[in-house]
T-cell receptor, first 114, second 109 residues
Framework: GAGVSQSPSNKVTEKGKDVELRCDPI?????LYWYRQSLGQGLEFLIY????????KSGLPSDRFSAERTGGSVSTLTIQRTQQEDSAVYLC????????????FGPGTRLLVL | DAKTTQPTSMDCAEGRAANLPCNHS???????VYWYRQIHSQGPQYIIH???NNETNEMASLIITEDRKSSTLILPHATLRDTAVYYC??????????FGAGTTVTVRA
């Protein structure tokens, strides 16, 4: 597609449920990032995929969070046993890789945990 | 990573140029200055980036001082749709982005 797409746009779930968030990066982009943005907060890095390398998971806040990227394209961020503090906008960005510097963001998934 | 300092907010009249300052006094020689903006309820949008030279694209111009310790983003003819939070970022070596509070720009008719 022309840009990064994410689904769903909005997700409301109950505390304790699992959720899956999807990201479709720009075609051909080898680097993919997940961030989250809480109300009134800045951007928080979660995880980074680059090609076939092992992902950089250094930003994941707990072991309830995991992500995978299948076939070097689509990525899924999974949050298990959701908590109210997980409520945030989850943003995905992709970058061409190598020396290409710019990350392009998707519209985000707004997650609300009740 | 170099930190950036931006004013909290600024107003601009529609049709006038908006000049957004950013200080990044600890920037290192190979770090780029990036600007993104975020319109309410949307994902961040890339605007422009630069290393040493001034840059211009269809959205904006970026003026970087000779010592690279500060820069200015210029929106040449602000419109109401330019109302957003503008983030000045120095790119980390590992490409992870980190946004601060940014500058909330309000364009008024």
């Amino acid at each position: 597609g022309a840009g990064v797409s994410q689904s769903p746009s909005n997700k409301v779930t109950e505390k304790g449920k699992d959720v899956e968030l999807r990201c479709d990066p720009i075609s051909g982009h080898t680097a993919l990032y997940w961030y989250r943005q809480s109300l009134g907060q800045g951007l928080e890095f979660l995880i980074y995929f680059q090609g076939n390398s092992a992902p950089d998971k250094s930003g994941l806040p707990s072991d309830r969070f995991s992500a995978e990227r299948t076939g070097g394209s689509v990525s899924t961020l999974t949050i298990q046993r959701t908590q109210q503090e997980d409520s945030a906008v989850y943003l995905c960005a992709s970058r061409g890789g190598g020396s290409q510097e710019t990350q392009y963001f998707g519209p985000g998934t707004r997650l609300l945990v009740l | 990573d170099a930190k950036t300092t931006q004013p909290t907010s600024m107003d601009c009249a529609e049709g006038r140029a908006a000049n957004l300052p950013c200080n990044h006094s600890t920037i290192s020689g190979n770090e780029y200055v990036y600007w993104y903006r975020q319109i309410h309820s949307q994902g961040p949008q890339y605007i422009i980036h630069g290393l040493k030279n001034n840059e211009t694209n269809e959205m904006a111009s970026l003026i970087i001082t000779e010592d690279r310790k500060s820069s200015t983003l210029i929106l040449p003819h602000a419109t109401l749709r330019d109302t957003a939070v503008y983030y000045c970022i120095v790119r980390a070596r590992d490409y992870k982005l980190s946004f601060g509070a940014g500058t909330t720009v309000t364009v008024r008719a």
